[in-house]
């Protein structure tokens, strides 16, 4: 495959790489207030049977005893997901790829014929709908040239031998870049309630499809991880404790 020829993607990438998170971790946490060192015993109980402290926990939004877990994701996503993203700064860690010190691929976020494309509406009462043929064909047209065009002079410039950093400024934000992110569940609970949009939601939001996206994977691998913390949160309106 030629590395330098551009590709395009309509998906994202997120892959759970490391973790310590399950649902003993709120209850050992919550129950040290009360029994101490004892607390520790919860470590080897079925937390099953304590799910009703759980519930409790987050109805009541006693919340630090969700922060003592740990996940780490690897995000492959177009680069104006990640600046959505890293505004999220309590409770995340973030590492990503860096183009001063490696030469960028040419992978490009094109977006699938399912997404809704049309914004109407004004400014904080809008919606998104379905866009016809002919907008789906032009947004992947302009998407394309444009994307060539711009790859095509960073590696001209790269060639002449302009710095990587001052070459890749001429790269659109549709361009994909990958990142570590770790989070603990009570940050990534405040996230998913404000970067997916659901039914069951006691507060709406409106995000943008492609962090979403994003979210989506993320709540599917923790929601394996701690099935017993992901259901108090979605009964209790999918709010962050």
């Known amino acids: 495959m030629d590395d330098s020829q551009p590709r395009f993607f309509d998906d994202v990438t997120v892959e759970l790489v490391k973790h310590s998170a399950s649902d003993s971790d709120v209850l050992w946490a919550a129950r040290v207030s009360t029994a101490g060192e ?54 995340w860690s973030y590492n990503e790829e860096s183009g001063r010190y490696r030469e960028l691929h040419p992978n490009f976020y094109i977006p699938s014929g399912e997404r809704k494309l049309v914004q109407e509406g004004r400014p904080g009462k809008y919606v998104f709908v379905e866009g016809s043929e002919e907008q789906h064909k032009l947004a992947r ?61 006691a507060v709406p939001s409106f995000p943008q499809r492609e ?11 923790w929601s394996a991880l701690m099935p017993l913390t992901h259901a108090a949160f979605v009964a209790g309106g999918r709010v962050a404790p």
Do not use: W
Request: net charge neutral; charged share 25%; with cysteine.
């Open 38 to 91: 004892q607390s520790l015993e919860e470590v080897h109980k079925d937390p099953e049977r304590s799910k009703g402290l759980i519930n409790f926990l987050m109805r009541d939004r006693h919340g630090s005893p969700f922060e003592h877990n740990s996940m780490t994701f690897f995000v492959s996503a177009p680069i104006f997901v990640f600046r959505e993203f890293h505004r999220h700064r309590v409770g």
């Open 211 to 221: 962090i979403e996206m994003v979210a989506e994977k993320m709540e599917a691998a």
């Open 141 to 201: 047209e302009a998407m394309e040239a444009a994307y060539r065009q711009s790859y095509a002079a960073y590696q001209e410039m790269l060639e002449a031998g302009i710095a990587r950093e001052v070459a890749r400024a001429v790269l659109p934000v549709g361009l994909f870049s990958s990142m570590y992110a770790t989070c603990n569940a009570r940050s990534l609970m405040h996230f998913l309630s404000l970067r997916t949009k659901n039914e069951q939601a």
